[in-house]
């Protein structure tokens, strides 16, 4: 059975984190997954919800503020598909 990549982007705030998912594929479903508090029990849970065996997840947030630091550090120390990015370091247009 081929595995299902599913990709995640979080957007992090103080108090709220929205999570969307991309499926595998060029033509893969894109969606807006909901708002969770900004918690790491929160996060973690939603996470177990959206992966599974054979659905490995690949996550993209933005450090930029000390939340997305805070929340996400244990979670990105224990996944190797993350992708962290620097908002600040991108040229302005």
Do not use: F, W
């Not at 979080?10 to 479903?29: C, F, M, P, Q, S």
């Not at 993209?60 to 000390?66: D, F, L, Q």
């Amino acid at each position: 059975m081929k595995s299902l990549n599913k990709y995640v982007g979080l957007d992090v705030h103080k108090d709220t984190t929205v999570i969307a998912v991309a499926e595998d594929g060029r033509t893969g479903e894109q969606r807006v997954y909901g708002t969770i508090s900004s918690d790491l029990h929160a996060l973690e849970r939603a996470l177990r919800k959206l992966g599974g065996p054979g659905v490995p997840l690949h996550l993209a947030y933005e450090t930029g503020c000390a939340c997305a630091d805070s929340s996400l550090r244990p979670r990105r120390c224990s996944s190797p598909n993350s992708a962290i990015c620097a908002g600040a370091l991108n040229p302005a247009t």
